[in-house]
T-cell receptor, first 114, second 109 residues
Framework: DAGVTQSPTHLIKTRGQHVTLRCSPI?????VSWYQQVLGQGPQFIFQ???????GRGNFPDRFSARQFPNYSSELNVNALLLGDSALYLC?????????????FGSGTRLTVV | GIQVEQSPPDLILQEGANSTLRCNFS?????LQWFHQNPWGQLINLFY???GTKQNGRLSATTVATERYSLLYISSSQTTDSGVYFC???????????FGGGTRVLVKP
């Protein structure tokens, strides 16, 4: 079985632009969570989506948004990019909303804002 | 929110050495996991251990929930153990993981 897949793997954007990151969960997993990992720090929770609804939101500005599709894949959108948005963006999937056991991360999208 | 602190921040080991990594957390949790992040950024789940002790090969972990800490033991370290080790916790009312700052481990041959 394929793991959690994220695309693209690397991305370079200019300040002020918009970016869309994509995540496909493990087959059968209905929950997708997004994390931002700034260099040298631990990942920080951005969103959780379960059954196509937002179930949790971290302390991030409204420039960050996400959605989940009927096939449980997910997109993370960031508008008006700032230099500080440069980070590794990680997606994690789990079978159900609160099943932390079996929480599996993808390899991430490395975003550089210049 | 809950605070998660890991120590030491950096660790340099000679191949074959043993080590202990510590994770302290500021509130009660119902979920605690240890992850290893490789140089390519992939986070690999090592243990799901909200309480008690588990072992997996050369790695073992112990969580004492009542005292709000967890320990990760690496025995007979190998160069492939290099990377960053993260402790992450979850609470009953939430659906997110809160990560510590990590311990950066370098195992030298």
């Amino acid at each position: 079985d394929a793991g959690v897949t994220q695309s693209p793997t690397h991305l370079i954007k200019t300040r002020g632009q918009h970016v869309t990151l994509r995540c496909s969960p493990i087959s059968g997993h209905k929950s997708v969570s997004w994390y931002q990992q700034v260099l040298g720090q631990g990942p920080q929770f951005i969103f959780q989506y379960y059954e196509k609804e937002e179930r949790g939101r971290g302390n991030f500005p409204d420039r960050f948004s996400a959605r989940q599709f009927p096939n449980y894949s997910s997109e993370l959108n960031v508008n008006a990019l700032l230099l500080g948005d440069s980070a590794l963006y990680l997606c994690a999937s789990s079978l159900v909303r609160t099943a932390f056991y079996g929480y599996t991360f993808g390899s991430g999208t490395r975003l550089t804002v210049v | 929110g809950i605070q998660v602190e890991q120590s030491p921040p950096d660790l340099i080991l000679q191949e074959g050495a043993n080590s202990t990594l510590r994770c302290n957390f500021s509130d009660s949790v119902n979920n605690l996991q240890w992850f290893h992040q490789n140089p390519w950024g992939q986070l690999i789940n090592l243990f799901y251990i909200p309480s008690g002790t588990k072992q997996n090969g050369r790695l073992s972990a112990t969580t004492v929930a009542t005292e709000r800490y967890s320990l990760l033991y690496i025995s007979s370290s190998q160069t492939t153990d290099s990377g960053v080790y993260f402790c992450a916790v979850g609470q009953a009312a939430g659906n997110k993981l809160t990560f510590g700052g990590g311990t950066r481990v370098l195992v030298k041959p």
